[in-house]
């Protein structure tokens, strides 16, 4: 593969590659920018991304905490140049989350359940 990849060949209307995804902001409804796509989970069986994982804090990348987001949760608006969550700061820090230290096992259903319960329920702040 080449390094002179345009982005025609890495992006269209409805597709994205992911090497593109990764660091795209994100933002709260009122614009705040809240973190940075880190990665994405993918299903090995249906294909589809299960959960965006967000960089949240931290300074140049130290002291980072790692918030899996469902990927229904993410809207991208292409007016900011990211995606937006319907969350406010304080939710997410309330929300599942985990740092370099603290990696989760994703193959624990308990752990995806806890993730999933926690944004399917209403978020009253």
């Known amino acids: 593969m080449s390094d002179s990849i345009t982005t025609h060949q890495t992006e269209t209307h409805d597709l994205i590659a992911s090497d593109k995804v990764e660091g795209t902001a994100v933002y709260s409804r009122d614009g705040e920018r809240l973190g940075t796509v880190k990665h994405f989970m993918v299903d090995k069986l249906t294909g589809h991304v299960t959960y965006a994982v967000m960089s949240f804090g931290g300074f140049l990348g ?4 790692y918030h899996p ?3 229904n949760t993410l809207s991208y608006d292409p007016a900011q140049g990211g995606y937006v969550v319907n969350l406010t700061r304080e939710q997410l820090q309330s929300a ?3 740092t370099e230290d603290t990696m989760p096992n994703w193959s624990d259903d308990m752990y995806s359940r806890g993730i999933d319960d926690y944004y399917r329920r209403p978020l009253d702040m």
Not at 62 to 65: F, L, V
């Open 62 to 65: 130290i002291g980072n905490s």
């Open 96 to 98: 599942p989350v985990y």
């Open 69 to 71: 987001l469902p990927w």
